[in-house]
């Protein structure tokens, strides 16, 4: 497949409507994402079906906690960007190294079956390789293989709409509680409203949603972001949206900033617990705050250690009764 989807012809070039930057592409010349190209006044693919990973990864780690849970995903990535900023150095340098695989979507599909996993995962800015993340969804569908969006959120809700009756769940990653002046100065982009757009949207076609925060100390630990992002999402989408709390690593762009101290991550999950979120994890930090417990009663139904101990009764609490928000195989 060369062409894209969702584009129109303007009168200085092509406007690509994938995502939100809109760009206007004129002849010979590349999107922002540098992966969509006018040529002859047509958009064309320069990624579709080119993979820099797959690789069969368990679904706490991209972190999914609720969705089929303690299963393993066919985890892949494609090449382009959708955001630039510094936070993103380390990864736009790592593509540029990595050996390009290429597969038609059926054919993941087959990989998946043959690996025996449930789902595939389309990791990064999925919305930069959607054409393909559409075809795959819709193969996967037929062969009862889940899918799972990873996004940033800056993209269109049309896309959203077109593949969302094929997806199973979506990842939205967040970084520093969507602080509008580190989006400015260290992601690239002036305007933060599409990402809740689009979790808004996922909600409406029924994707399962799970939300992770990167928290970046000094320049982006703000907890009273945290508490107003958390109030947003009890608000609009339910205060049963798994809300993982990510603690941040140095990279290149950022190598002058430590990880984010533990406090700091506990005091973000205390003020989303306070505004209704019943399922706050620090997931990527190996503590007791990557369990899952009962909201009611308060049993422990889930410990996630490097083996995973479910103690649900079906999807339910077996003390209480109580129904978890959880996607099981």
């Not at 010349?29 to 990973?53: A, H, I, P």
Request: with cysteine; charged share 30%; net charge positive.
């Amino acid at each position: 497949m060369n062409e894209a989807m969702f584009w129109q012809k303007e009168k200085n070039g092509i406007k690509c409507n994938i995502c939100v930057w809109n760009c206007l592409i004129q002849k010979g010349k590349k999107g922002y994402c540098e992966v969509r190209e006018n040529k002859d006044n047509k958009l064309n693919l320069l990624n579709f079906g080119k993979l820099t990973s797959i690789e069969t990864v368990q679904m706490e780690s991209v972190p999914l906690f609720h969705f089929l849970p303690s299963s393993q995903t066919l985890l892949i990535k494609s090449i382009g960007k959708n955001l630039r900023g510094q936070l993103f150095y380390d990864d736009i340098m790592k593509e540029k190294g990595r050996k390009i695989q290429e597969i038609y979507p059926d054919d993941l599909v087959e990989e998946a079956e043959k690996r025996n996993v449930s789902s595939i995962t389309f990791s990064g800015d999925a919305e930069v390789y959607f054409e393909f993340a559409y075809k795959v969804a819709r193969f996967a569908k037929r062969s009862n293989i889940s899918t799972v969006f990873c996004t940033h959120g800056y993209v269109e809700e049309e896309p959203i709409k077109k593949i969302g009756k094929y997806l199973d769940a979506a990842l939205v990653e967040i970084v520093a509680s969507a602080d509008p002046e580190f989006y400015k100065r260290f992601v690239g982009i002036g305007e933060v409203s599409p990402i809740f757009t689009t979790l808004k949207q996922l909600m409406k076609q029924r994707v399962f949603i799970e939300i992770s925060n990167l928290i970046v100390p000094k320049l982006g630990d703000n907890v009273e972001f945290c508490k107003k992002l958390a109030e947003f999402i009890n608000a609009e989408l339910g205060p049963e949206i798994p809300f993982h709390i990510l603690q941040f690593h140095p990279v290149s762009g950022l190598s002058e900033l430590p990880k984010t101290p533990l406090k700091v991550l506990e005091r973000c999950v205390e003020e989303a617990r306070m505004a209704g979120l019943r399922y706050v994890y620090i997931s990527n930090v190996e503590n007791s705050y990557r369990n899952t417990y009962c909201y009611n009663c308060r049993e422990l139904l889930i410990v996630r250690k490097k083996k995973i101990d479910l103690r649900l009764k079906d999807d339910r609490c077996p003390t209480c009764g109580l129904k978890i928000n959880m996607r099981k195989k």
